[in-house]
């Protein structure tokens, strides 16, 4: 079993800044990847960033250059600094891990999602 514990979304005017984190927890021998995803109101979840173990970062087109992404390997968190928002940027947030079990299979797992809503 395992829980990731999303914090940090809510209401910010445009150009403002917002801070995400994600808390993984349970049977988890190691993380590969932690990422962010998002979706809209009427659209399909779309990759906002991630991180590798070794600190690789990904990032969608529309957020690079605003977003930066880290991660705490000690604590398993990952964490979504977003600055310069947009009111398009308003969308559900998810957390997402992609890790080795502590049974051995590699599995993947979503948070619950964090709302972030940028008013312009």
């Known amino acids: 079993q395992v829980q990731l514990v999303e914090s940090g979304g809510g209401l910010v005017q445009a150009g403002g800044s917002l801070r995400l984190s994600c808390a993984a927890s349970?049977?988890?021998?190691?993380?590969?990847?932690m990422g962010w995803y998002r979706q809209a109101p009427g659209s399909a979840r779309e990759l906002v960033a991630r991180?590798?173990?070794?600190?690789?970062?990904t990032y969608a087109d529309s957020v690079t250059g605003r977003f930066t992404i880290s991660r705490d390997n000690a604590k398993n968190t990952v964490f979504l600094q977003m600055n310069s928002l947009r009111p398009e940027d308003t969308a559900v947030y998810y957390c997402?891990?992609?890790?080795?079990?502590?049974?051995?299979?590699?599995?993947?797992?979503w948070g619950q999602g964090t709302q972030v809503t940028v008013s312009s």
């Open positions: 991180i590798t173990s070794a600190g690789r970062t």
């Open positions: 349970g049977s988890i021998s190691s993380i590969n990847i």
């Open positions: 997402n891990i992609d890790f080795l079990s502590s049974l051995g299979p590699r599995l993947n797992s």
